[in-house]
């Protein structure tokens, strides 16, 4: 910024490219000196994936720096005293709530090497997923859809099991305008997702994978393989693939974030496995009021109510929005 005007701007996409700093650096130009640089994270001053920041800042003769918050987990530590040693005018804590918040998934995949889990669910005031007759049954309205795909928007990933991905044949993309579409993530144990569905073959350019077990034919895996899907086989938990597993291989991916999209009997076990960071439940203004309707979580979940802290709830339209956390994932 020079002069009340932004000259440049940048954001950091993913991991190994550039940093939002060279970015708005070399948008700016000659404009950049003497100009105030404006940045969510503490500038790093080591040699990663990207050069220093630092260095970058220091030769475009940045006059100021405000940052929001620290790179509290390691690498980046120390960017605010190289910058004070060069002259520059370095302050931390601008608006440092919002970002922290922005940072909770980086914050949580450096400490943890395992992605965020956000679970999303939809369901009725009585906790169901729709009358009992089979189909795909729409409860939410579009307020509450377009928050799924702002979420979408923000997490590296989305999730579903292999019965979502047979009888609901989502696309899993993101329909925001200017939206990202995550990566697709099918839990599939014997690969038995047929290679046309949408959550596989898809217009996207974002990646599918399969997580599936030595359970699945090769005639299966290599169907999908040749679909485009990325078949990841891993360990299996009684017949099922091991969610624990799943989540160390995405974190080596570098994906930060995943967004558990259910259906219920992934949205227990996710839970049992330990791998839900957050709950952002949906509640439609109806009751079922059917024993054999489903409910929203279809096993057992290792939780007891204590164990899970409610710290927002909000109206979407005519839907409630509640946002929980685990305890023990905090
Ligand atoms: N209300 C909502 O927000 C919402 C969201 C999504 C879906 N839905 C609805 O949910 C219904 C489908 O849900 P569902 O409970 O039948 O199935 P699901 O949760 O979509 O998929 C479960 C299947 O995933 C596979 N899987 C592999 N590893 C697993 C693991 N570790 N834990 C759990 N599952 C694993 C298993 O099948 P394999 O044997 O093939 O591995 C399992 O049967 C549909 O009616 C859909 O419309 C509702």
């Known amino acids: 910024v020079k002069d009340g005007t932004v000259v440049g701007k940048g954001h950091h996409a993913k991991a190994g490219l550039p940093h939002a700093e060279p970015m708005a650096l070399d948008d700016a130009g000659e404009a950049a000196k003497g100009a105030d640089l404006y940045v969510t994270l503490e500038p790093c001053c080591h040699h990663g994936r990207t050069p220093p920041c630092t260095e970058r800042i220091i030769a475009a003769g940045i006059r100021r720096v405000y940052y929001s918050t620290s790179d509290v987990t390691g690498d980046g530590i120390g960017g605010h005293a190289v910058l004070e040693q060069a002259g520059i005018e370095t302050e931390a804590g601008l608006l440092d709530d919002e970002a922290a918040e922005i940072y909770v998934p980086f914050n949580w995949h450096r400490r943890h090497s395992t992605p965020y889990g956000i679970l999303k669910m939809a369901m009725t005031l009585d906790g169901k997923i729709g009358p009992a007759e089979p189909g795909q049954h729409w409860l939410t309205g579009d307020e509450s859809r377009e928050y799924v795909h702002r979420l979408r928007n923000e997490c590296d990933a989305v999730m579903v099991g292999s019965v979502t991905a047979r009888v609901d044949d989502p696309q899993l993309n993101c329909r925001l305008p200017d939206g990202r579409d995550p990566v697709r993530v099918v839990v599939a144990s014997k690969c038995d997702v047929a290679s046309r569905a949408r959550a596989i073959k898809s217009d996207s350019d974002a990646p599918c994978v399969v997580a599936t077990t030595e359970l699945a034919p090769m005639q299966l895996r290599t169907e999908l393989e040749n679909a485009g899907a990325e078949v990841l086989v891993l360990p299996s938990d009684e017949g099922r693939v091991d969610l624990a597993s799943l989540w160390k291989a995405l974190g080596q991916r570098g994906l930060l974030s995943v967004l558990i999209e259910g259906g219920p009997t992934l949205a227990a076990s996710a839970l049992e496995a ?54 023990s994932r905090d």
């Open 274 to 327: 330990g791998i839900v960071n957050k709950l952002a439940l949906l509640y439609a203004p109806r009751i079922i009021g059917d024993v054999a309707a489903r409910s929203a979580f279809g096993g057992p979940t290792g939780l007891s109510a204590e164990d899970v802290e409610v710290r927002s709830i909000e109206m979407l339209g005519p839907d409630i929005l509640v946002e929980a956390y685990p305890c």
